[in-house]
């Protein structure tokens, strides 16, 4: 069965780093895109950052842009979230999603619509 594990979430101050890990079981790990969403209480969930199937081309969301940055180990299996200058408005659930369709394309890639595979999530508090 296809499982996602995410690690490395955690409470930290305003200008701290973090970064998260997300490993991948059970497919073929190159075939899909994966993704990093996010969820504060009261929000809508939204697409943080993605990667392709070779790990070449990466999307971000623009309040991630500049501070966040994505990449992928497919030795490992794993997709990693490194995340720099934290703001409390960062703080959230983060999840990592495998795609639906291993066709998926990249212009649809931080729409939670399309991933039917999720992580238990992580949880990351941004304190001022």
């Known amino acids: 069965q296809v499982q996602l594990q995410e690690s490395g979430g955690g409470s930290v101050q305003s200008g701290e780093s973090l970064r998260l890990a997300c490993v991948a079981s059970g497919y073929t790990f190159g075939s899909y895109i994966v993704s990093w969403f996010r969820q504060a209480p009261g929000k809508a969930r939204e697409g943080v950052a993605a990667i392709d199937r070779d790990g070449l081309a990466t999307k971000y969301a623009d309040f991630v842009t500049g501070r966040f940055t994505i990449s992928r180990d497919s030795s490992k299996n794993t997709v990693y979230l490194q995340m720099n200058s934290l703001k409390p408005e960062d703080t959230a659930m983060y999840y990592c999603?495998?795609?639906?369709?291993?066709?998926?394309?990249?212009?649809?890639?931080?729409?939670?619509?399309?991933?039917?595979?999720w992580g238990q999530g992580t949880q990351v508090t941004v304190s001022s």
């Open positions: 999603a495998r795609a639906a369709e291993p066709y998926l394309s990249m212009f649809a890639a931080l729409f939670p619509n399309r991933y039917n595979y």
